[in-house]
């Protein structure tokens, strides 16, 4: 199961969420998006989020976000009408086709709360670069660092 958020201060953006494997481990993520819209934030994160579970070696996922616009995208319920994320859309779809079952449903804002405070903490991190930890370690405190774009 996998959550994201993205957050958009003063034209900054950042994301962040959850993984959570069968195995039962939980990783955290926070990501620097660069400039733009509180969309474009979320739709990175989304991204981002599929690119990490791909990378832990997710094969199955269930993905909830707070952003019923972006999840329609996804689901190719409706358009995007900004092509400047057409492009991160399109890698969503490829993404998402790589996985053996995938679905991507609307969470309320109110169960999102992690996630929420994991895209604030983004907001400081320079653009492409994603901090992931395992939490279900205890005592754990060391963030790994990828450059994903």
């Not at 779809?93 to 309320?108: A, G, M, N, V």
């Amino acid at each position: 199961m996998g959550t994201f958020d993205g957050a958009e201060q003063r034209g900054i953006c950042g994301g962040g969420g959850t993984i959570t494997l069968l195995d039962g481990r939980v990783f955290h993520y926070k990501v620097g998006l660069g400039a733009g819209t509180n969309n474009r934030a979320k739709l990175l994160s989304l991204w981002s989020l599929l690119w990490l579970a791909r990378r832990l070696k997710c094969e199955d996922i269930q993905v909830f976000g707070d952003s019923l616009a972006i999840i329609d995208w996804i689901n190719e319920k409706s358009n995007i009408r900004n092509t400047m994320l057409s492009h991160w859309d399109q890698r969503i779809i490829k993404i998402r086709d790589t996985f053996t079952r995938i679905t991507i449903q609307h969470l309320f804002r109110e169960y999102n709360d992690t996630t929420d405070s994991l895209s604030k903490e983004g907001l400081i991190l320079e653009e492409g670069t994603l901090l992931y930890k395992e939490v279900s370690i205890p005592d754990t405190h060391m963030w790994e660092t990828l450059i994903i774009y």
